[in-house]
């Protein structure tokens, strides 16, 4: 267990729908990522927060947004959804200030868009 | 921006032998190296790291070499054993310290299958 909790596990919904993924980091960590894993496209880094604020952008979608609260917990936003955004989506914790380069995974979000 | 290139894609070996993936990237400013083991179903977990000033590290079975001046990394797994069979992925970053060595460009990943 890496301390990282992502909901849902797994999520079908049609497309043109919008759908909410969410993290809760490692207790104490202040960065949280959000990769997106595809068979086509591997593993990749989609958006960073730090402690609540934006820290850095991957090739995240315009219909994509993520923010991170005051508890730290992340969100990750997925709206006008395409076939194409069915993938497993990870997050990811680190510890921020402390960061010795070791993300921790969350065991992410299936999503199936129909 | 980054790219890692790995190589190969699939290898399968008998247990005991030695496996080695090799990686390669573009961006002379990345100065972190993970390596990631990917079990199916499962989340990605750390298995060993490089920094940019270290040529070589060892983790019991497990070593990484990082050849700076041709911009490629090895991963090389010794006596192999069955639960080594998982996919793995090497990845590379250009953090500063602190809050950036998690955005990593990842490469397409190894299917290693080492047979009993």
């Known amino acids: ?26 207790s104490g960590d202040l960065s949280v990522y959000w990769y997106q894993q595809s068979l086509d496209q591997g593993l990749q880094f989609l958006i960073q927060y730090y402690n609540g604020e934006e820290r850095a952008k991957g090739n995240i979608l315009e219909r994509f947004s993520a923010q991170q609260f005051p508890d730290l917990h992340s969100e990750l936003n997925l709206s006008s959804l395409e076939l194409g955004d069915s993938a497993l989506y990870f997050c990811a914790s680190s510890a921020g200030s402390r960061d010795t380069g070791e993300l921790f995974f969350g065991e992410g979000s299936r999503l199936t868009v129909l | ?27 002379s400013a990345s100065n972190y190296f993970p390596w990631y083991k990917q ?24 070593a990484v070499t990082l050849n700076k001046t041709a911009k490629h990394f090895s991963l090389h797994i010794t006596e192999t054993q069955p639960e080594d069979s998982a996919v793995y992925f090497c990845a590379a970053s250009t953090g500063a310290g602190g809050t950036s060595y998690g955005k990593l460009t990842f490469g397409q990943g190894t299917i290693l299958t080492v047979h009993p």
């Open chain 2, 39 to 62: 079990e199916l179903g499962k989340r990605p977990q750390l298995i060993i790291d490089i920094r940019s000033n270290v040529g070589e590290k060892k983790d019991q079975r497990i």
């Open chain 1, 1 to 26: 267990d890496s301390g990282v909790t992502q909901t849902p596990k797994h999520l079908i919904t049609a497309t043109g729908q919008r759908v909410t993924l969410r993290c809760s980091p490692r």
């Open chain 2, 1 to 27: 921006g980054e790219n890692v290139e790995q190589h190969p894609s699939t290898l399968s070996v008998q247990e005991g032998d030695s496996a080695v993936i090799k990686c390669t990237y573009s961006d």
